[in-house]
């Protein structure tokens, strides 16, 4: 059974940096592709980061990019999302996401 489970999120001001972590169970990270996606309060889920099955090719939405880092753990089955400089428009719950499946999320919020 495919399961994954998100955490790492909290509150931070404007700035600083947090680290989201996902374990995966029920199939290999590192043979598939697997994403970050999130969704703020009254919006529709948007797309944040991919990672290729060979984990050298990584892609961000515009508005992340040069902030967020997305990586993974093979020995350890995980996968990451280092964000930095958070701003108040990244507060969302945030969701690892394998084909169809999600975890139930860990929810960022950046407020001053």
């Known amino acids: 059974e495919v399961q994954l489970v998100e955490s790492g999120g909290g509150l931070v001001q404007p700035g600083e940096s947090l680290r989201l972590s996902c374990a995966a169970s029920?199939?290999?990270?590192?043979?598939?592709?697997m994403n970050w996606v999130r969704q703020a309060p009254g919006k529709g889920v948007e797309w944040v980061s991919v990672?290729?099955?060979?984990?050298?090719?990584?892609r961000y939405t515009a508005s992340v990019k040069g902030r967020f880092t997305i990586s993974r753990d093979n020995a350890k089955n995980m996968l990451f999302l280092q964000m930095n400089n958070l701003k108040p428009e990244d507060t969302a719950v945030y969701y690892c996401?394998?084909?169809?499946?999600r975890g139930k999320g860990t929810l960022v919020t950046v407020s001053s």
């Open positions: 996401q394998f084909d169809n499946h």
């Open positions: 029920g199939f290999t990270v590192s043979n598939v592709v």
């Open positions: 990672i290729n099955s060979g984990g050298y090719i990584t």
